[in-house]
Nanobody
Framework: QVHVVESGGGLVQAGGSLRLSCAAS????????MGWYRQAPGKQRELVAV???????NYADSVKGRFTISRDNAKNTVYLQMDSLKPGDTAVYYC?????????????WGQGTQVTVSS
C-alpha cells in the first residue's frame, strides 16, 4: 500500500508564494507520474502541473510562468512552487502519483491541502 501526504498549504496575500510538498511512502515500485491537481468550490478538479519519469513537465495555461513543479526521486517527493499567487488560485490542491507494476497501473491521491489567496 502507498500513502501520499501533502503539506505546505495556507493563507497568503495576492502576489505571495507558497511551496507545496507531496511525499509518497510504502510499497513503491516505479513511479512514472507525479502531478498536482486543484479543485475550487463548485468547480471540477483540474490539472495544475505534472512531471513524468523522464523529467518532462506540463502546466495548465493559467499557471505557466508562475508555478514550478519539481521532484526528488530519492525521497519519492514532488514539489509545487507557486509564485505570484492570485485569488483565482484558491482551491484544495491534491497530489496524484502513478506507478507501473508490471503491466498494471496504480494511482494514488493525497488528502488535499487548502490554498487560500486573499486579494
Amino acid at each position: 500500500q502507498v500513502h501520499v501526504v501533502e503539506s505546505g498549504g495556507g493563507l497568503v496575500q495576492a502576489g505571495g508564494s507558497l511551496r507545496l510538498s507531496c511525499a509518497a511512502s510504502g510499497n513503491i515500485f516505479s513511479i512514472n507520474y507525479m502531478g498536482w491537481y486543484r479543485q475550487a468550490p463548485g468547480k471540477q478538479r483540474e490539472l495544475v502541473a505534472v512531471i513524468i519519469s523522464g523529467g518532462s513537465t506540463n502546466y495548465a495555461d493559467s499557471v505557466k510562468g508562475r508555478f514550478t513543479i519539481s521532484r526528488d526521486n530519492a525521497k519519492n517527493t514532488v514539489y509545487l512552487q507557486m509564485d505570484s499567487l492570485k485569488p483565482g488560485d484558491t482551491a484544495v490542491y491534491y497530489c496524484n502519483i502513478r506507478e507501473m507494476v508490471g503491466p498494471l497501473r496504480y494511482e494514488y491521491w493525497g488528502q488535499g491541502t487548502q490554498v487560500t489567496v486573499s486579494s
